[in-house]
Structure formats: structure tokens, C-alpha cells
T-cell receptor, first 116, second 115 residues
Framework: GAVVSQHPSRVICKSGTSVKIECRSL??????MFWYRQFPKKSLMLMAT?????????EQGVEKDKFLINHASLTLSTLTVTSAHPEDSSFYIC????????????FGNGTRLTVT | AQTVTQSQPEMSVQEAETVTLSCTYD???????LFWYKQPPSRQMILVIR??????QNATENRFSVNFQKAAKSFSLKISDSQLGDAAMYFC????????????FGAGTILRVKS
């Protein structure tokens, strides 16, 4: 079945550095990918919608210069947390959908980011 | 804007018994999709069941079934013969048709299964 691979699963970085998280669709072409952030025991909060070949659409309140999203190919989207601070520590999840209409959404395993 | 409400932050069920998780939503659309996702401690999001709004018949997947009341905008999940592996966070979600449309999640319900 369809699989979405997210890497890394865990990352620890120092405050002020940047971290890149990758989301790959392994056996289908994903024209649309979504990036979510989840706090402990809370719901998934949509950060942005990533469309292949165009700029990402960010949700209200999400800083686009802070969270850079690149969807350069039909199988890869990246989220870069720039100049990370401890408050950026969170669980980040990507999801991807194939191009066909009403195709299901597949989730990555998530990335636990800890900023020290 | 569409909203999804899960009014039960936590629920408990005895192993082998039945539990119902509630979900209501608000939309002005007539055609849409509803989902229940399970998130175990591994944090992997697992699709449990899906319902198309134009279908009157309630979706069923083995021990999982829904009670979809379109007029009331209610979409509850019933888990029969509960198992220890059912313990997880459950999210109700809404999506309009079309490949570009995002999922809107409810706040989630933590389900605990007692042995």
C-alpha cells in the first residue's frame, strides 16, 4: 500500500540553528502535502499546504519565514525550521495525497524536534 | 469555516465491551467526507473508518462502526468488543471533496481500555 516516509524521526538541535525535515511519498506521486504540528495530547494543527511546483499556503498565524516549505518534486516536500528556539520543540507530521480526485491521505510517522 | 467538535477528552472502556466516541461538526456543504483516525503511543496516524456524506448507509470496518446523522451533523464511532490495542487517541476529521482540500481535526478523545 501507499507509504509516506518522514525523516528524521527524532532530532535535537541547538537554539539558533536550522533543521530540515523531509517527507517522501514512496510509491505514489503527491501533488499535495500537508504539514502539521502537534503538542502533547493535543490535536493536529495544520501549518501549511504544500503544492508541487508552487509556493506553500500557510495557515493563519504560521510564520512562513520561520517554517520554510519546499515541494520541489512530486515525491518530496521539506519543512525547514529556521533559527529554531525551544518553543519550536514539538511533534511535526506530514501527510500526502496522490493526484487522483478524492484519493486518501497518508501520514508520515512524524518527527520529534527538541530545541535545546 | 468548518469546525469539528469532540466533547469527550477521555473515555474508558472495559476490555470486550462497547464504547462510543462522539463527534459533531459544522458545515454548510452538502457533500463532504468524515473520518476517524487512531493515534496510538507510536504517534502514527491510522485511518479507522471513512464516511461519504452522500451515502446514507453507516460505514463499518470489522469492530468499528459509525452512526452518521447528517441532519444533526453528528458522526459517532462505536468500538465493539474493545481490545487493549484499541487504547489510543482518536480524532474525528472532516474534509470537503477535491484533492486540494485539507482535513480539519477535532480535539481528540483519549480512549483507555481496562483489562
Amino acid at each position: 500500500g501507499a507509504v509516506v516516509s518522514q525523516h528524521p524521526s527524532r532530532v535535537i538541535c541547538k537554539s539558533g540553528t536550522s533543521v530540515k525535515i523531509e517527507c517522501r511519498s514512496l510509491d505514489f506521486q503527491a501533488t499535495t502535502m500537508f504539514w502539521y504540528r502537534q503538542f502533547p495530547k493535543k490535536s493536529l494543527m495544520l501549518m501549511a499546504t504544500s503544492n508541487e511546483g508552487s509556493k506553500a499556503t500557510y495557515e493563519q498565524g504560521v510564520e512562513k519565514d520561520k517554517f520554510l516549505i519546499n515541494h520541489a518534486s512530486l515525491t518530496l516536500s521539506t519543512l525547514t525550521v529556521t533559527s529554531a528556539h525551544p518553543e519550536d520543540s514539538s511533534f511535526y507530521i506530514c501527510s500526502a495525497r496522490a493526484a487522483s480526485l478524492n484519493s486518501p491521505l497518508h501520514f508520515g510517522n512524524g518527527t520529534r524536534l527538541t530545541v535545546t | 469555516a468548518q469546525t469539528v467538535t469532540q466533547s469527550q477528552p477521555e473515555m474508558s472502556v472495559q476490555e470486550a465491551e462497547t464504547v462510543t466516541l462522539s463527534c459533531t461538526y459544522d458545515t454548510s456543504e452538502s457533500d463532504y467526507y468524515l473520518f476517524w483516525y487512531k493515534q496510538p503511543p507510536s504517534r502514527q496516524m491510522i485511518l479507522v473508518i471513512r464516511q461519504e456524506a452522500y451515502k446514507q448507509q453507516n460505514a463499518t470496518e470489522n469492530r468499528f462502526s459509525v452512526n452518521f446523522q447528517k441532519a444533526a451533523k453528528s458522526f459517532s464511532l462505536k468500538i465493539s468488543d474493545s481490545q487493549l490495542g484499541d487504547a489510543a487517541m482518536y480524532f474525528c476529521a472532516y474534509r470537503r471533496p477535491g484533492y486540494g482540500n485539507k482535513l480539519v481535526f477535532g480535539a481528540g478523545t483519549i480512549l483507555r481500555v481496562k483489562s
